[in-house]
T-cell receptor
Framework: SQKIEQNSEALNIQEGKTATLTCNYT??????LQWYRQDPGRGPVFLLL?????KEKRKERLKVTFDTTLKQSLFHITASQPADSATYLC???????????FGTGTRLKVLA | ETGVTQTPRHLVMGMTNKKSLKCEQH?????MYWYKQSAKKPLELMFV???????ENNSVPSRFSPECPNSSHLFLHLHTLQPEDSALYLC????????????FGQGTRLTVV
C-alpha cells in the first residue's frame, strides 16, 4: 500500500540547534516533494519544493534534501528559534489528479 | 492572508442539520480542493475540482456534497453528519500543472453534536 511517514509525532530541541525532520514514502514516484508549516488552528503554509532531479534546496535557514533511491526527504532548520515551533508536513506531488498527498506531520517544539 | 478565504471559521451543528462551508480564492487558480484534517491523521483529500472537472475520493460519504459554481468559489454541503465527522476542514487552491504549491485557507473547525 502507499504510505508517507514522518519520523516522529513530536520533536523537542534546544534553541540554536539544528532540527532534522524525516519524510519517508513507499510505492510512490513523486515528481516533486513539498514541505509545509502548520500552526495550531490554521491551514498549512508552503515552505519549500524540491524536484526529483534535485538533491538539495535551501531557503534562508531551511534546507531540504530528496533521495529518490532511499525514498526519503530530510528537512533541516538551522539555528532554530522558539518561533519555529509548529507542525511540519511533507507532501508528495504525484503530478496526477490526487495531486498533493500529505504525511501526518511532525510537531516541532524549540525550547528557549 | 493566503488569498484563500474560508467561512465560517467555526461551526457547531446537530446531526440532523444541513449546513454549507464556503471557500473563495483570489489567486486566479484553476484547481480547488477540500481536505479533512482529524487529530493524528494525515490530511485527507476529499474532493478536487480541476479545470472544471470534479474528482472525488471514493471513501468520502455521500453526506458530504461539493459544489464549484466557478473557478473562484467552492462549497461543501453537509447533511446528516455524524460525530466522527468533527474535524478541521481545509480548502486549498493551486494552479494546475507541476511545480506548484497549494495555498490553504484558515479552515473551518466543525463540531457535530
Amino acid at each position: 500500500s502507499q504510505k508517507i511517514e514522518q519520523n516522529s509525532e513530536a520533536l523537542n530541541i534546544q534553541e540554536g540547534k539544528t532540527a532534522t525532520l524525516t519524510c519517508n514514502y513507499t510505492n510512490y514516484s513523486p515528481a516533486y516533494l513539498q514541505w509545509y508549516r502548520q500552526d495550531p488552528g490554521r491551514g498549512p503554509v508552503f515552505l519549500l519544493l524540491i524536484r526529483e532531479n534535485e538533491k538539495e534546496k535551501r531557503k534562508e535557514r531551511l534546507k531540504v534534501t530528496f533521495d529518490t533511491t532511499l525514498k526519503q526527504s530530510l528537512f533541516h532548520i538551522t539555528a532554530s528559534q522558539p518561533a519555529d515551533s509548529a507542525t511540519y508536513l511533507c507532501a508528495l506531488d504525484t503530478g496526477g489528479t490526487y495531486k498533493y498527498i500529505f504525511g501526518t506531520g511532525t510537531r516541532l517544539k524549540v525550547l528557549a | 492572508e493566503t488569498g484563500v478565504t474560508q467561512t465560517p471559521r467555526h461551526l457547531v451543528m446537530g446531526m440532523t442539520n444541513k449546513k454549507s462551508l464556503k471557500c473563495e480564492q483570489h489567486l486566479g487558480h484553476n484547481a480547488m480542493y477540500w481536505y479533512k484534517q482529524s487529530a493524528k491523521k494525515p490530511l485527507e483529500l476529499m474532493f478536487v475540482y480541476s479545470l472544471e472537472e470534479r474528482v472525488e475520493n471514493n471513501s468520502v460519504p455521500s453526506r458530504f456534497s461539493p459544489e464549484c459554481p466557478n473557478s473562484s468559489h467552492l462549497f461543501l454541503h453537509l447533511h446528516t453528519l455524524q460525530p466522527e465527522d468533527s474535524a478541521l476542514y481545509l480548502c486549498a487552491s493551486s494552479q494546475q500543472g507541476l511545480n506548484t504549491e497549494a495555498f490553504f485557507g484558515q479552515g473551518t473547525r466543525l463540531t457535530v453534536v
